[in-house]
RNA sequence: GGGGAUGUAGCUCAAUUGGUUAGAGCACCGGACUGUCGAUCCGGAGGUUGCGGGUUCGAGCCCCGUCAUCCUCGCCA
């Protein structure tokens, strides 16, 4: 009997390759038996090849391929072989087929409870997690992963061929409340004191820069006991990344040229730098987010002064009133769509929706009547509408228009399509804000992180009114998404103890949380920044999937757990007596 | 912790106003078939309508509770 092992990929054989004798191993995705002629579809990671079995060849393995079924893992000899005008365009290996010599059953498969070898969703989502191997075996899922596999490479050969190091830091860690909350792991050898996983590699990476590797990466799972969504888990990838002797801008070109080498290499496309820079405050005013997908227009218009002067009570009186123009789509919504959209920025907090349409003579609207013909001119004016265009407004207090325009503006703009889902847009949104006032704890909190730097220039705000002080943060967004967030970081150990000081943290509590940090400073640490990328949303982004559970293997439900493996899971007594718990 | 959607055959879904024996496609099982490629044709089997309770002459459908999955607000330095 001849080796059973593959000479060949189901994705690889071609005309070329005709008369030769070759092994396929794979899986059955597909038996079409025509009592006489028995064919096989061959399926592997790498693309699907035709297997025929004739009778005339070989009674006894004909019999065997009839009993073929979907999964069976088999290997297949034989001779390629030219199929001419029964040629199969739909697939790369569809010129050829492989005449059966041989075929051996490696492994049978109980039938699957659902099929594998379709590209759309072949079941709902907890079936798939539930039967998560067989979900992994679809074509589509393995593309992902593929894809993720690139990434990663793509971002490694870029940082490696800049002369950086890949250095690990410990998954068990310390626990230093600020921030998401921790997972916490018992320690054996010392009862009632716990390890922390890590949020993030953050003091580990800025002790690596006091102790000299100046270009530092690391490929980092990070974990964050928090509630989940579709572009969150309770553990994530992040390709963290820290150079010293840097000013933003020498962190900036670096993590540009690795984007570009990525969106080029791996995703085929050819963008050029620089990409585009936006100020914080020209993000929220624009757009109401410091994360704007920059795609399509439909940007922001403040018409609060105007409101003020109509008779519209709930314009009069808000401190705020913003429009969105979407331009042509007043035939596209009718009353219908309009009380939907109204509640769907009710749902983001909003109080109400106005909405106008624009008419050549007038403006047909519920409100329009409270404004002047005067007013309505300006309102035109102000938001260039033309016939056929929907205004959209929300009023109130400044801070809370923003979430539900930011809401409303991304909805449209995939309500109309006005954009291409394919294009790649980037954008740097800098000079954040240092602090934000935290209403339930009376105190500033850290916008970034409390590690972060504050513009030179700002030193004196923050004796004299920190709200006003703008870091030296900076992320870039990518479609709407946050991709990478980074600062260049505090490295004078009287200052870092100052930005602790102004989020409330005394002496005493600097020492106990972050005096081993602290204390590095005080040995020459020097100038450092750097920047950290969500690996899962940057697949999403890519891969053109809107889950973060699309972009791993063994991704968790919305409630934590793993419905494959049954984790979280109870363990024995005598492990937790071990541990001192009970 | 709050709001919302969904839950019916292995899978995806349907089932009129609460009314006969809960249906279809795919998958599965048996049979036919030598050029299919989502094979085709004939036949068959398959149901705790998520779970528990209630209303009713009668509940997949209405009510209450509960569980699961998803979306979302809070939360996520």
């Known amino acids: 009997m001849a080796s059973w092992k593959r000479t060949h990929t189901c994705g690889e054989l071609r005309l070329e390759h005709a008369d030769s004798t070759v092994t396929l191993n794979g899986w059955v995705q597909n038996y079409r038996d025509h009592g006489g002629l028995v064919f096989i579809d061959l399926r592997d990671r790498y693309g699907k090849t035709q297997i025929v079995f004739d009778p005339k060849f070989d009674p006894t393995m004909h019999e065997l391929a009839r009993s073929l079924r979907a999964e069976h893992v088999v290997s297949a000899t034989g001779i390629v072989s030219d199929r001419g005008e029964a040629r199969n365009p739909k697939i790369p290996t569809g010129d050829i087929e492989i005449k059966a010599r041989g075929l051996i059953i490696l492994n049978r498969s109980e039938v699957p409870p659902f099929e594998i070898g379709t590209e759309e969703e072949p079941a709902s989502e907890d079936i798939r997690l539930r039967y998560r191997f067989l979900d992994l075996r679809r074509p589509k899922m393995q593309r992902i992963l593929m894809l993720r596999h690139q990434i990663v490479t793509a971002m490694r050969e870029y940082l490696n061929s800049e002369g950086f190091l890949e250095i690990e830091t410990p998954i068990l860690s310390r626990s230093t409340p600020e921030g998401a909350r921790d997972f916490l792991v018992p320690s054996r050898m010392h009862p009632g004191s716990w390890y922390a996983l890590p949020q993030s590699p953050q ?34 990838s992040q390709l963290d990344l820290e150079m010293a002797f840097v000013d933003m801008d020498g962190v900036l070109s670096v993590v540009e040229g690795m984007t570009l080498h990525l969106a080029n290499k791996v995703m085929g496309k050819n963008l050029v730098g620089p990409f585009p820079r936006l100020d914080y405050d020209d993000a929220m005013e624009r757009y109401g987010v410091d994360k704007p997908d920059t795609r399509f227009g439909l940007e922001l218009v403040d018409i609060t002064k105007l409101a003020h002067e109509t008779e519209f009570s709930v314009f009069k009186s808000a401190g705020c009133v913003r429009g969105i123009n979407a331009k042509g789509a007043a035939e596209k919504f009718s009353r219908k769509d309009l009380d939907q959209l109204t509640a769907f920025v009710q749902e983001q907090g909003a109080k109400g929706l106005a909405w106008m349409k624009v008419e050549a003579d007038k403006l047909q609207s519920p409100i329009a009547k409270f404004f002047s013909d005067a007013q309505q001119a300006e309102l035109r004016n102000q938001l260039q509408a033309e016939a056929g265009d929907v205004l959209f407004f929300v009023a109130d207090a400044r801070e809370k228009t923003h979430a539900p325009l930011n809401a409303l503006r991304n909805k449209l703009g995939e309500d109309l ?23 339930t704890e009376r105190r500033f909190i850290a916008m970034h992180h409390p590690f972060t730097a504050p513009l030179e220039e700002d030193w004196p705000l ?88 699309e972009t791993m293997a063994f991704p968790k439900t919305q409630r934590g757990q793993d419905l494959m493996m049954g984790s979280p899971a109870e363990v024995e007594p005598k492990q937790l007596r071990e541990l001192g718990l009970r």
């Open 203 to 236: 003091l580990l990476k800025q002790i690596l820069m006091v102790a000299g590797y100046d270009k530092y990466y690391q490929l980092a799972r990070c974990f964050r006991d928090e509630d989940l969504r579709a572009n969150r888990q309770p553990e994530f």
């Open 417 to 439: 399509k006005l954009y291409d889902p394919a294009e790649l847009r980037f954008l740097w949104v800098i000079k954040f804000p240092m602090f934000e006032w935290d209403e």
């Open 462 to 549: 923050l004796e004299t009114d920190p709200a006003a002080a703008r870091a030296q943060a900076y992320d870039l967004v990518l479609n709407g998404e946050e991709l990478v967030s980074g600062s260049i970081r505090l490295h004078q150990h009287e200052k870092q103890m100052k930005i602790f000081e102004l989020i409330g943290m005394n002496k005493e509590e600097q020492e106990k949380r972050f005096g081993f940090f602290l204390e590095a400073l005080r040995y020459g640490a020097p100038p450092h920044g750097g920047m950290a990328i969500g690996i899962d949303r940057c697949v999403m982004e890519f891969a053109g999937v809107d889950s973060i559970r």
